[in-house]
DNA sequence: AATTTAGTTCTCAAAATTATGAACTAAAGA
DNA sequence: TCTTTAGTTCATAATTTTGAGAACTAAATT
């Protein structure tokens, strides 16, 4: 696979930003590889093959990004190759993931209230209002998509 | 410092969530006490014996969340500790954080969508809906958090 | 049955991160 | 000026993370 300067700075950019999430490195770059490749469609061996990585890093990387949910792959009868691809369609569902962790800290913040100090009572208060505003931009976040759905829609 | 075993918890709680966002173990562990503790501003010297690790990993942490502003000190004279405590009236600041970090993923997706084989459209499609998508989400919520001082104060 | 091949697993090494403890600094107080 | 103390810095140790390469597996092909 031929791969431009630009493409590579951008496999780059997208694997900084993907680290910064949590995710390993050479997982980070394969996210990035799936989004810039002109074939969004990769077997394995491309995947090694671009990104200079050896066969387990790949094989490592590949499994957990299936496990995450960020990519899947097809296959097709008569070759056995997996041809793995970004689950860009997906992106809703990783939006949904995020909301989550929110509502589980605002969680935790709620129970850090109630064991608190009842004594420090400006703290509490900002405590209290991060909790809720946590809680709030969560029950907005969905009406927020399909409000977007929509204005989609009604263009 | 005494504290409770449900102290304990919520701390290691947040700093599991903390360290997932990218922070080293013990400023997030740092960050999850000064929520926690009944006294919000504590010294440098309670903080170490409170987590037990050295003086040295202490003042690496200390530092660092002095510089990402994530913590505060305030001193008293005559006293030459430095009380530090968690800047929580400071989420409105994190929170604007997070969406310039949106706002620049957004712009590398729209970087890949002018460098990508136009081709594969429907590929090409869901990269510029999720970019859009987060755009749109970025200019929404300043609005969001308006809407929820207006809510706070209506009450 | 033997071979090819797509991918996995295992062992180990390199690199990066994090923490320790001791020596040090600089301001304050005696 | 000597001592105390809050915090820093340095050398280095421990731990974790990551990746390489070779051996292996299992399905398909010959």
């Given at each position: 696979m031929l791969l431009t300067e630009k493409q590579k700075g951008l496999i780059e950019k997208i694997g900084i930003v993907t680290e910064r999430e949590g995710m390993q490195p050479a997982a980070a770059r394969i996210v990035g590889l799936l989004y810039v490749a002109d074939n969004p469609e990769l077997t394995f061996e491309e995947i090694v093959q671009a990104l200079h990585i050896s066969k387990s890093a790949a094989s490592n990387a590949l499994n957990l990004l299936l496990q995450t949910n960020r990519i899947e792959y097809t296959t097709f009868s008569g070759d056995r190759k997996r041809y793995f691809r970004i689950k860009v369609a997906n992106w809703r569902e990783g939006f949904a993931k995020k909301m989550e962790d929110m509502t589980s800290f605002s969680q935790v913040l709620q129970e850090v209230l109630n064991e608190r100090?009842?004594?420090?009572v400006e703290f509490n208060k900002n405590l209290a209002e991060l909790a809720d505003f946590l809680k709030y931009v969560n029950n907005q976040l969905p009406g927020l998509l399909e409000n977007w759905e929509k204005m989609r829609k009604g263009q």
């Open positions: 100090n009842p004594e420090t």
